[in-house]
């Protein structure tokens, strides 16, 4: 079968998988370039309230790969970052979900999701030096940001891989799983995800990110929802809350 991304909903949370099993699931041109629609499209599926990323098998993504720079290393850098911006932008909560390396472009996606969850053994690694290219400003900063400038400057002036619980100090994940653990703990914590109010995560998220023009708008849509109204009244009366609000649909 030829590297793809394949997606599936299950109970609200969307998974897309990352396909490449003979190269440790790196990601192709065509792979780069199918992620913004894939993603655009489940952005705008009501039924999809969180997305979580992986990669098949024991490995999450080895990063690109590399017989695609050999015409147009600039070409290739430019799909790498058009789907991570993608992904950053995804309107819902994301999560990556990894095992074994993730390393290069696969660090670039990890990197672009709002958590990171490994298990033990996972790799990572930002491996621009070993092939002399110049990392994007928009992944450095995003990088900056997890790990602060000098983790940032030792993974990419080395190029040199760190284990999980190097990650976890650092920042680049949140939590680390023993072996066997990772799917039952992403599986439970997206269920926690999908049961809170969008509003709240996705007001959240823009504040997270940076966005410093939208107070006026999370304020209006806080006014327009019934969602506070819901949480006071489930909290109080013992249940679980029903929240309404839902990120827009475009189109």
């Given at each position: 079968m030829e590297p793809q991304l394949e997606h599936r909903v299950t109970d609200s949370v969307a998974t897309v998988v990352i396909r490449h099993p003979e190269k440790r699931n790196a990601m192709t041109a065509a792979m780069w370039r199918s992620l913004p629609p894939l993603l655009e499209e489940l952005a705008g599926a009501p039924e999809v309230r969180a997305l979580v990323l992986t990669g098949e098998g024991r490995t999450f993504c080895a990063g690109a790969d590399i017989s695609t720079l050999r015409g147009s290393p600039e070409e290739?850098?430019?799909?790498?970052?058009?789907?991570?911006?993608?992904?950053?932008a995804f309107p819902k909560p994301t999560l990556a979900e990894i095992r074994g390396h993730c390393v290069g472009g696969g660090s670039q996606l990890a990197a672009a999701c709002d958590l990171r969850f490994a298990e033990e053994g996972a790799l990572f690694g930002v491996t621009p030096a070993k092939l002399g290219i110049v990392y994007p400003a928009s992944s450095t900063r995003r990088l900056v940001s997890l790990v602060g400038p000098a983790t940032a400057k030792y993974l990419l002036f080395s190029g040199e891989l760190i284990d999980a619980q190097r990650a976890l100090r650092t920042g680049l994940v949140d939590e680390v799983l023993p072996e066997g653990e990772l799917g039952k703990r992403v599986a439970e914590f997206t269920r926690v995800l999908v049961s809170r109010s969008q509003l709240t995560q996705a007001a959240a998220k823009e504040f997270a990110d940076g966005r410093t023009d939208r107070d006026a708008h999370w304020a209006a849509q806080a006014r327009a929802s019934d969602d506070t109204a819901e949480g006071v009244a489930a909290f109080l009366e013992r249940r679980q809350p029903r929240f309404g609000w839902s990120v827009p649909t475009s189109g």
């Open positions: 290739a850098q430019g799909l790498a970052v058009r789907a991570e911006e993608a992904l950053a």
